[in-house]
């Protein structure tokens, strides 16, 4: 690591109208409205460190610059504090003491981005294998040192680097994904969750091979599905029917538009012994629900989990629409009595929103329900109190 002692740093100062307060109570950006900029503030390297003056040049933090950004200026800790090695692997250490009281198992996201004080970093840990997102340019420049602290601290053997998703775009970074440690798994590594074993593609499967934010969210809907048949939508490797199936359900239908995820969905439930109970659709989930309804098929449990249709306030009108149609469409596959799960990972659309919607649509299906329970992303997605992105997992449960 080169100096990045405070002494050394260059500054950024803050315009007299920005929110200095919400920095020093713990807001963790700043963005290019908030920033006085020069020529010099421009042509300052994605990835750099400053530290952050208010208006009146009173010292506010530890910052991380991307001038190519919205967000200007990512808070990373106090003013006097050195980034070093040892920064790094007392970070890592403190995310990794808090998965070590909630899991039995080394399997869980390791870092949460700013919640876990590393900043658009996030980390998911697959016992021996760890995959890296550096979706923040400093996390990229620093990711040797990053690598090197997190097997210190872990003593994983293997660590991937993924460089898809849309963050890394937004930032300027680019999409290639590397190997830094040790070496990629042959083949899918098999996850145990819930009772179930969900089999993980770390390098072409979606984001890091698994949605481990899913975790409790799956055990609630298990405790449902005992003794039941049950239809998982937008079912992805199985997240919400292997889980049932694992808890008792007498049969499960996964619908999915990947046909890979459906096959690593098949594969978990033959590591399981359930292969039997276990059944697959791939194709549009909107048409295979039209398609269920027209068939006459009616299900216990029915749980759909899409994709974020509300990844940006711009979208938000047009993914409440996609979600209410979703509940519409889902409802009357519901036999009376039984239950309805629909989640939302759209930071955009709160959970006011995504309930209003919700529910309207299974009014619009002729179905009235009960909300029984409201689940949210698990402990090992830890809310950063003061950025409302860190809590966009959203699952809404309701008895028909």
């Known amino acids: 690591m080169d100096d990045m002692s405070p002494l050394s740093l260059p500054r950024l100062r803050m315009k007299p109208k920005a929110n200095a307060r919400a920095v020093r109570h713990g807001a963790p950006w700043v963005y290019d409205n ?6 010099r503030t421009k042509a300052m390297t994605p990835g750099a460190l400053a530290v952050l003056e208010d208006a009146d040049r009173a010292e506010l933090a530890l910052v991380a610059v991307n001038p190519n ?24 250490r403190a995310a990794l003491a808090l998965r070590e009281v909630l899991f039995d198992a080394p399997f869980y996201r390791l870092v949460h981005a700013e919640a876990d004080g590393l900043p658009g970093v996030i980390i998911d840990r697959f016992g021996d294998t760890a995959v890296v997102q550096p979706n923040a340019a400093w ?3 620093l990711l040797n040192d990053l690598v090197a602290a997190l097997v210190s601290v872990t003593g994983v053997k293997n660590v991937l680097k993924n460089a898809g998703g849309r963050t890394r775009g937004l930032e300027g970074l680019d999409d290639v994904s590397t190997v830094p440690v040790g070496q990629a798994p042959d083949g899918p590594l098999p996850v145990p969750m819930n009772g179930a074993t969900y089999m993980a593609d770390l390098t072409g499967g979606q984001k890091t091979g698994l949605f481990f934010d899913q975790r409790p ?3 609630f ?23 049932a199936l694992a808890a008792g359900a007498t049969s499960a239908l996964a619908v999915d538009g990947s046909a890979p995820a459906l096959d690593l969905a098949q594969q978990g439930a033959a590591a399981m012994g359930v292969s039997d109970r276990f059944a697959t659709r791939q194709g549009d989930a909107f048409a295979a629900l039209e398609a269920l309804a027209a068939e006459g098929e009616s299900f216990d449990v029915v749980i759909c989990d899409p994709p974020a249709f509300a990844p940006s306030k711009q979208a938000l009108e047009a993914g409440l629409r996609a979600y209410e149609r979703i509940a519409k469409l889902a ?15 759209s930071h955009a659309a709160d959970l006011s929103k995504f309930r209003q919607a919700s529910t309207r649509g299974i009014g619009r299906a002729g179905r009235r329900g009960a909300l029984i329970h409201t689940g949210f992303a698990g402990p090992d997605h830890p809310l950063h109190p003061q950025l409302a992105e860190s809590g966009y997992l959203k699952a809404l449960f309701y008895r028909l």
Do not use: K
């Not at 908030?34 to 020529?39: F, K, M, Y």
């Not at 298990?222 to 490797?237: P, Y």
């Not at 596959?333 to 990972?345: A, D, I, Q, Y």
């Open 139 to 141: 996390a990229d420049v």
């Open 69 to 92: 950004s919205r967000i200007f200026a990512r808070v990373l800790d106090g003013p006097g504090v050195t980034l070093d090695r040892a920064w790094l692997e007392a970070r890592l």
């Open 331 to 345: 409802a009357p596959l519901v036999r009376e009595g039984g239950f309805l799960g629909l989640c939302s990972c």
């Open 221 to 243: 809907a298990a405790r449902l599905s005992r003794g039941a048949r049950v239809l998982d939508v937008f079912s992805h490797v199985g997240g919400f029917s292997l889980a």
């Open 34 to 39: 908030e920033i006085v900029t020069d020529r």
């Open 217 to 219: 969210n799956h055990a």
